[in-house]
């Protein structure tokens, strides 16, 4: 069973940035990742998305132009860069396949503040 391990979360002034991180323990290489959010009292939604080649990668509306997600299949490892942050942005941040195939990490809470 995989498991995965955000972090990278943190406090923020709005405008700044951040840089999540997401490893996974099993085969990560051949699978579609995703990211995730839940905001407080909201169900969880999705972020942004990549290939496995890393090749093509998709967002929500929300956050396109100032997102990036990327990875490294050297190190089973998905990032999400989080540029021009807004208090909207404010969630608990989750990986998994882009079809959520693993059980839930514990997620890394983003918190913006203005």
């Known amino acids: 069973q995989v498991q995965l391990v955000e972090s990278g979360g943190g406090l923020v002034q709005a405008g700044g940035s951040l840089r999540l991180s997401c490893a996974a323990s099993g085969t990560f290489s051949i699978y579609d990742m995703g990211w995730y959010r839940q905001a407080p009292g909201k169900e969880r939604e999705f972020v942004a998305a990549?290939?496995?080649?890393?090749?093509?990668?998709r967002y929500a509306d929300s956050v396109k132009g100032r997102f990036t997600i990327s990875r490294d299949n050297a190190r089973n490892t998905v990032y999400l860069q989080m540029n021009s942050l807004k208090s909207e942005d404010t969630a608990i941040y989750y990986c998994?396949?882009?079809?959520?195939?693993?059980?839930w990490g514990q997620g890394t809470q983003v918190t913006v503040f203005s």
């Open positions: 990549i290939s496995w080649r890393g090749s093509g990668t």
């Open positions: 998994n396949t882009d079809n959520v195939r693993w059980p």
